[in-house]
Each structure stands twice: as C-alpha cells, then as structure tokens.
C-alpha cells in the first residue's frame, strides 16, 4: 500500500510540473526568470567596450552578457554554505558555494581601485547579505567615473539565505531614492516586481511542493486563486517581492 502511494504521489507531481497552465504560473511568479531579462536587456545597452565592474558578482551569472564589455568580477569570496536553513543548492548546498574568477577580492563597500575608473556598475541581489549597504553606495559613487550607470536588483522582502551573511530582508523604493540621490545619483528606473497576491502565491508553493500530496491537494485552490489575482497599486505598494533600479551618477 505504502509502494502505491509513493508512486501514486511521485506521478502527481511529475503531472503537476509538466502541465502548462501551471507552468506558465510557477514561471511567472521566478523572480530569477525577471530579474534576468531586467539585466541583460540593462547590459546590452551599456556602450561597447565599457569598464564594467560586477560588484558581489558571486558566481557570475551575468558574465556571458557582458562579452562586448570590458568585465571585472568583485566578491569577498568568504562564503561556503548556509549555515542555518541550507536547503537551497544554489545556496551551496553540501559542497559549497563556486564563485567565478575574482578580480578583487576584497569587501564591497571598500574595493582597492582608483576613483573613478568604471564606466557600470553591476550589483544583482547583494544588499541584504552586507552589513553596510549604504557606505557600499558611496562607493559606488567614488568608482564610478560622471555620468556612469549602475545596474542594481535588490529583494523588498526574502527568507533568509547565505547566512551567516544575512542582514537584510529587503529595502523599499523609498530607501532607494533617498540614499541614491542623496550619494550623486539620479534614478532613472525604479521598477517593483511581483506584488502581495503574488507573495503569497509563492509561498503556499514553495510550503506545498516541500511537504505531502495532502497539503499540495488542501493549498492548490488558495495557490490558484492568489496566482490569478491581477495586480493593484495597493497590492504593489502593500507588499512586492523585490526592485530593479537604473541609476546614474550626476556628479
């Protein structure tokens, strides 16, 4: 009986994965699936050649995209693994983290490089894990040289993860324009991704697929109701799941 139900439960969700309507929602709600076509559509309009620093660039996701610029990797190269959830592979799972080839190693908010000197900045999902995000502006600021860009994604909210480098769960459009613009910037792009509906359609998948068929079979009609809820400034505002910013240093 127990044989029955293990593969009774396993084809469920071999179904589940492949059928498209549900594909089509599990996709729209990856942050990873947005905040990809946000950088290298930002990246590719970065004139050629450019001096472009990736600032926390960890595994260097984004290098591929920057084959027509002159690209520099920066990471503190310190982490390992997640030390109190550490479930996620992409989080280094049991065989620690990979970073891609660094070419400063060195802490984000004091990278050993002459002033002014980058024509980008490229800083994707890293605030939360450093202590000093706002001196990590000011930084930015000092490298880059007038009129440069800086290409910069950050959660509003998130779990917790690369802990023990966890120190944020997430900043608001507000903490974006007042520290930018108060550190020589303008904000050109100030855009909010997903909202509270689909917050907590996530979640109810994230808690179904991780425990029995009962609980995929109790939350699916909450997970489908939230998913097709459409987007109000109030849910925007209410709750969103993360920023993508353009900005460029004025002075």
């Known amino acids: 009986m127990a044989t029955v139900v293990r593969r009774t439960r396993g084809l469920l969700e071999i179904f589940l994965r492949s059928f498209p309507p549900l594909k089509k929602i599990t996709r729209s709600l990856n ?10 559509k930002q990246l590719s309009q970065v004139a050629s050649g450019s001096l472009v620093l990736d600032a926390g660039c960890g595994s260097q996701r984004y290098r591929g995209n920057c ?32 970073y891609g080839e660094l070419d400063y190693i060195s802490d984000i ?20 894990h450093i202590p000093y995000p706002i001196e990590t502006v000011k930084e930015f600021t000092r490298l880059l040289k007038k009129g440069g860009v800086l290409i910069l994604t950050a959660p509003s909210n998130c779990l917790r993860h ?34 509270y509906y689909g917050w907590l359609a996530l979640e ?11 609980s995929k079979l109790i939350l ?20 969103c799941m993360e920023y993508h910013v353009v900005a460029r240093k004025v002075n």
Not at 109 to 120: H, L, N, Q, T, V
Not at 204 to 214: E, I, K, Q, T
Request: charged letters at 25%.
């Open 31 to 40: 942050n990873q699936n947005k905040r990809d076509e946000f950088v290298e």
């Open 67 to 98: 084959k027509h610029l002159q690209y520099r990797g920066q990471d503190f190269g310190a982490y390992s693994y997640d030390e109190k959830v550490g479930f996620a592979d992409y989080a280094g799972g049991s065989n620690g983290y990979e």
């Open 109 to 128: 908010w004091k990278i050993p490089e002459a002033s002014e000197y980058f024509d980008a900045i490229l800083c994707t999902e890293v605030f939360e």
């Open 162 to 195: 690369f802990d023990p480098y966890f120190f944020y769960a997430g900043f608001s459009d507000r903490w974006h324009m007042k520290i930018l613009t108060e550190n020589g910037f303008s904000v050109d792009v100030l855009e909010p991704v997903g909202d």
């Open 204 to 214: 109810l998948g994230r808690m179904a697929m991780s425990h029995s068929l009962v």
């Open 220 to 239: 699916a009609p909450a997970f489908f109701y939230l998913s097709s809820k459409k987007k109000t400034a109030r849910s925007i505002n209410t709750l």
